[in-house]
């Protein structure tokens, strides 16, 4: 009889548990709208960090911009060559799609957009019709100063790294990075080449090398 009212018990919660996360994840994939305002941290809480979602591949509004990050080093002899990280490790992803490659690519696409401002909140858009002047529309506030900040020195380690493996650990003195942002052309003009697309660069300022730990 007891295992009976355990299992039972156990089923109730299962079922109860997997209703929450439903209903949750429902909410969370929702376009604004003011249930999901007035719940918002609840349902931002439950969702993180274990079942967040990325839906950004699908409408109404999938990624569309491509970044690439590239590095150069300062030493004692001079300033070298440009790097292409981005592309280099895409390639290795794409020879072995069981690399780790993919993780690691994580890394600075994140760091890029995080330095650069580039925020996926969908409650942004919404702010910036009612007052495009505000802080929160243009950034400038305590959270999207941190990201900048959690960004910048994302790159910085990043472009660390990669000098560890270009002219030898510990060697160079400085780094810098430099962001390729490309859109290609819109799906009305899909026959057109990627290059008829709009590409721009943002450089970033040199810093200080950072070792691995």
């Given amino acids: 009889m007891v295992r009976r009212i ?19 994840a429902f909410l969370y994939l929702t376009p604004p709208n003011p249930l999901k305002a ?3 941290p609840l349902i931002v809480g439950l969702a993180h960090p274990l079942f967040a979602q990325n839906w950004h591949l699908f409408a109404p509004d999938p ?5 690439v990050l590239l590095a150069r080093c300062r030493t ?9 990280v981005t592309q280099s490790m895409l390639g290795r992803h794409h ?23 580039v925020s996926h909140d969908e409650w942004r858009q919404y702010a910036c019709k009612r007052d495009i002047r505000s802080a929160a529309c243009r950034g400038k ?41 490309h859109t290609p052309p819109p799906w009305s003009r899909r026959s057109e080449p990627p290059s008829a697309g709009v590409t721009r660069f943002v450089p970033m300022p040199w810093t200080p090398y950072v070792p691995a730990r």
């Fill in 95 to 117: 020879r072995a799609r069981t690399s780790p490659m993919s993780r690691l690519l994580r890394v600075h696409l994140n760091a890029m957009r995080l330095a650069i401002g």
């Fill in 76 to 84: 004692r002899a001079g300033i070298t060559p440009w790097v292409d």
């Fill in 141 to 181: 506030t305590e959270t999207g100063s941190r990201r900048r900040e959690i960004g910048t020195y994302l790159l910085q380690r990043t472009a660390s790294t990669v000098c560890d493996q270009r002219v030898g650990l510990g060697t160079a003195e400085a780094v810098q990075t430099r962001i390729l942002v």
């Fill in 38 to 40: 007035a719940w918002l």
């Fill in 6 to 24: 355990v299992a039972w018990g156990t089923l109730v919660l299962m079922l109860l548990g997997a209703t929450v996360y439903v209903v949750n």
């Fill in 63 to 67: 990624i569309r911009t491509n970044y």
